[in-house]
């Protein structure tokens, strides 16, 4: 069995969630919009659910839209500008995920002026947001943690620049925040940070592929393209994936059980690799030291593909970049490159990520790996 360090990628189901989907498929059979007995009792289990998901993340019930994943959910705030009879401004940086950029060629045809925030050592500056900010801003568009190199952004502050520039505009301006590699594993606040809206998966925490969320403070906000059959309140068409919304929940509870001291045991197993390594002169540590301890980042002596490989052959799962992109490489060495990375290091830097489930042993075994194939 290989050894797996490819978690910001997508983590195994636990056996709870996949408890959890067995049983909702067993027992709620029916389509929640129906409204049958059968159909009651699968939309009361939903709206169960969004309440308990909604618990965890110290957010109101209504706060919630279940998505096919966090792919979806950012693309429901993308298309929603199309609305917009007059183009304005989107702010947003060059390290986002691929789900966000990839609208940015869109939006600049129709009209959108694109400002992206320089990231310089992976964070973007409140001081260059309230710079950029004019009033024909109507999107603000920054990840929470960066999915290559685990990076912090302080979202808190960045969302009270633009609250503290709209009491002069006397308009709303949306701030959105991928938080996908958040959920679980940082302090995730959505009320705190007073975000408009946030997007998430189940995958990247032990849940189901193909089932996430939006958040959105006010739902009045969004209108979206295609609101099909009216469920999820018009802001998602399409028969509710009950058995997959339930596991989303399990898992999400799962995750949160003692969440501190996982990140702590987490921080441990990326400690000893970052110590291991530090004063190596073959290879270079490109995360942040405040970075989430479930992403590293880390320039190899020979390419990210080709070292990759070498770790396969060993039987260690790794990854040379973001798993959603059809050109991997280059989109994580764009945002190496963004932060300030050179160009040699990012396109040799590999992406180790871990979960709670993540053994020292195995930890050990990967950095004895690495250390051979550094050494020939």
């Given at each position: 069995?290989?050894?797996?360090?490819?978690?910001?990628?997508?983590?195994?189901?636990?056996?709870?969630?996949?408890?959890?989907?067995?049983?909702?498929?067993?027992?709620?059979?029916?389509?929640?919009?129906?409204?049958?007995?059968?159909?009651?009792?699968?939309?009361?289990?939903?709206?169960?659910?969004?309440?308990?998901?909604?618990?965890?993340?110290?957010?109101?019930?209504?706060?919630?839209?279940?998505?096919?994943?966090?792919?979806?959910?950012?693309?429901?705030?993308?298309?929603?500008?199309?609305?917009?009879?007059?183009?304005?401004?989107?702010?947003?940086?060059?390290?986002?995920?691929?789900?966000?950029?990839?609208?940015?060629?869109?939006?600049?045809?129709?009209?959108?002026?694109?400002?992206?925030?320089?990231?310089?050592?992976?964070?973007?500056?409140?001081?260059?947001?309230?710079?950029?900010?004019?009033?024909?801003?109507?999107?603000?568009?920054i990840m929470s943690v960066n999915n290559v190199t685990g990076a912090v952004q302080d979202i808190r502050t960045l969302v009270e620049t633009v609250r503290e520039y709209e009491k002069n505009l006397k308009r709303k301006i949306f701030f959105f925040s991928d938080s996908v590699q958040a959920l679980g594993k940082t302090g995730l606040d959505l009320k705190g940070w007073d975000v408009d809206g946030a997007s998430f998966s189940a995958h990247k925490i032990t849940g189901p592929r193909g089932i996430g969320m939006l958040y959105l403070k006010n739902r009045q906000l969004i209108r979206p393209l295609a609101p099909a059959g009216g469920q999820e309140s018009g802001l998602r068409?399409?028969?509710?994936?009950?058995?997959?919304?339930?596991?989303?929940?399990?898992?999400?509870?799962?995750?949160?059980?003692?969440?501190?001291?996982?990140?702590?045991?987490?921080?441990?197993?990326?400690?000893?690799?970052?110590?291991?390594f530090s004063d190596s002169g073959s290879f270079h540590i490109n995360s942040p030291e405040n970075a989430s301890p479930y992403i590293l980042s880390i320039a190899t002596p020979l390419p990210a593909e080709v070292f990759t490989r070498m770790l396969i052959d060993k039987g260690f799962c790794v990854s040379s970049g973001s798993a959603c992109s059809n050109n991997a490489r280059k989109k994580a060495g764009g945002v190496l490159e963004a932060m300030g990375v050179p160009g040699k290091l990012s396109m040799n830097s590999i992406r180790i990520s871990f979960s709670d489930s993540t053994e020292k042993e195995e930890t050990l075994l990967l950095i004895k790996a690495m250390k051979e194939i550094a050494n020939g």
């Open positions: 069995m290989d050894f797996y360090f490819d978690n910001a990628a997508t983590t195994p189901i636990s056996k709870r969630a996949l408890e959890e989907y067995a049983s909702t498929c067993a027992n709620y059979q029916a389509n929640p919009s129906s409204i049958h007995r059968e159909g009651l009792k699968a939309h009361e289990y939903l709206e169960e659910n969004r309440d308990r998901i909604a618990k965890v993340l110290k957010v109101e019930k209504e706060n919630i839209v279940f998505t096919s994943g966090a792919t979806e959910a950012i693309a429901i705030v993308m298309e929603n500008l199309l609305w917009q009879k007059t183009p304005g401004r989107i702010i947003t940086t060059r390290i986002e995920h691929e789900a966000v950029l990839s609208f940015i060629p869109l939006l600049k045809e129709k009209g959108w002026d694109i400002v992206q925030l320089k990231t310089k050592g992976g964070f973007a500056d409140p001081s260059d947001l309230k710079e950029a900010l004019n009033e024909e801003t109507r999107l603000v568009a068409g399409g028969t509710e994936n009950l058995a997959a919304i339930s596991a989303f929940r399990a898992a999400l509870e799962e995750t949160y059980e003692n969440r501190l001291e996982k990140e702590e045991r987490v921080r441990g197993l990326n400690n000893l690799i970052r110590n291991a």
